[in-house]
T-cell receptor, first 114, second 110 residues
């Protein structure tokens, strides 16, 4: 099993450009999440999905959109990138059979917006 | 008030030392508690779940104090390989989401 994978690993954008980050998991997990991690802020939830075709807003959703057309994939889109979106983005997934279910993280995508 | 608060450190300890981290959480209705470990420029990985009765995994011991709403992690006989950032994680009460602390950085010195 590859677990959770993310594409790309690193990207540089200019302000106003758009891009899509791809997350894929092969563990048949229902739940998937997108986080951003900034120095001194910890991991913050952007959007999440509790199943194919569903999405919901997290703590910091503004400026991002998501889609979950297939169970194994969760896409994060930036329509018009801003320097404030410079961050490390992590995708995670889990089964959530119970509240004690752990989350499995992808390796992260480092995004720099100039 | 933040959902989860941790001392960011850094904690610099010699090999073989015992070190303890504490974390406080704000929502008394939270049900699930974890410690994750994150190495530099890597993704977070589960270190251990924290149970009400306390639990131990080798050199690592986790404790939960619901009355005071804090969680602790004790590392005995520190190894160089324990150098990492330790994230305190608490679930959002009644929801699928987790709240992550900002992490406590540990460096074990030879």
């Amino acid at each position: 099993n590859a677990g959770v994978t993310q594409t790309p690993k690193f990207r540089v954008l200019k302000t106003g450009q758009s891009m899509t980050l791809l997350c894929a998991q092969d563990m048949n997990h229902e739940y998937m999440y997108w986080y951003r991690q900034d120095p001194g802020m910890g991991l913050r939830l952007i959007h999440y999905s509790v199943g194919e075709g569903t999405t919901a807003k997290g703590e910091v959703p503004d400026g991002y959109n998501v889609s979950r057309l297939k169970k194994q994939n969760f896409l994060l889109g930036l329509e018009s990138a801003a320097p404030s979106q410079t961050s490390v983005y992590f995708c995670a997934s889990n089964k959530w059979d119970s509240p004690s279910e752990t989350q499995y993280f992808g390796p992260g995508t480092r995004l720099l917006v100039l | 008030r933040k959902e989860v608060e941790q001392d960011p450190g850094p904690f610099n300890v010699p090999e073989g030392a015992t070190v303890a981290f504490n974390c406080t959480y704000s929502n008394s209705a939270s049900q699930s508690f974890f410690w994750y470990r994150q190495d530099c420029r890597k993704e977070p990985k589960l270190l251990m779940s924290v149970y009400s009765s306390g639990n131990e995994d080798g050199r690592f011991t986790a404790q939960l104090n619901r009355a005071s709403q804090y969680i602790s992690l004790l590392i005995r006989d520190s190894k160089l390989s324990d150098s990492a950032t330790y994230l305190c994680v608490v679930n959002k009460a009644g929801a699928n989401n987790l709240f992550f602390g900002t992490g406590t950085r540990l460096t074990v010195i030879p």
